[in-house]
């Protein structure tokens, strides 16, 4: 079974760039897609970058598009999710998720799709 933790959060300013991880232990995360999510106070949690397993396939919130770029370094088995040009509304907890499969060939994008997660990491931005 799967422990993802997540790093890299913190406090930005609008227009900065920001890279989490998410470094997994107890599998190897080859086995595995991976996703990004995140949740601002009083809102559903909602999706922002997923990386399939077998053909690294990606996905993209729309909301994101242009903006974040998930990544995966199996070596390391650790995954990233960089987001660019940070604004107030990126404001929110982001959690990694895990799905054991050795065969996807696209980005899951649903939470329910995904059976392991991080305690999340906040980002906040404002000037």
């Known amino acids: 079974q799967v422990q993802l933790v997540e790093e890299g959060g913190g406090h930005v300013q609008p227009g900065m760039s920001l890279r989490l991880s998410c470094t997994a232990s107890?599998?190897?995360?080859?086995?595995?897609?991976l996703g990004w999510f995140r949740q601002a106070p009083g809102k559903e949690r909602e999706f922002v970058a997923g990386?399939?397993?077998?053909?690294?396939?990606?996905r993209y919130g729309n909301f994101l598009q242009g903006r974040v770029t998930i990544s995966r370094d199996n070596a390391k088995n650790t995954f990233y999710l960089q987001i660019g040009s940070l604004r107030i509304e990126d404001t929110a907890t982001y959690y990694c998720?895990?799905?054991?499969?050795?065969?996807?060939?696209?980005?899951?994008?649903?939470?329910?799709?995904?059976?392991?997660w991080g305690l999340g990491t906040q980002v906040s931005v404002s000037s």
């Open positions: 990386i399939a397993t077998r053909t690294e396939r990606t």
């Open positions: 998720a895990a799905r054991a499969t050795k065969t996807a060939f696209y980005a899951f994008t649903a939470a329910e799709d995904y059976g392991y």
């Open positions: 107890g599998g190897p995360l080859k086995d595995y897609s």
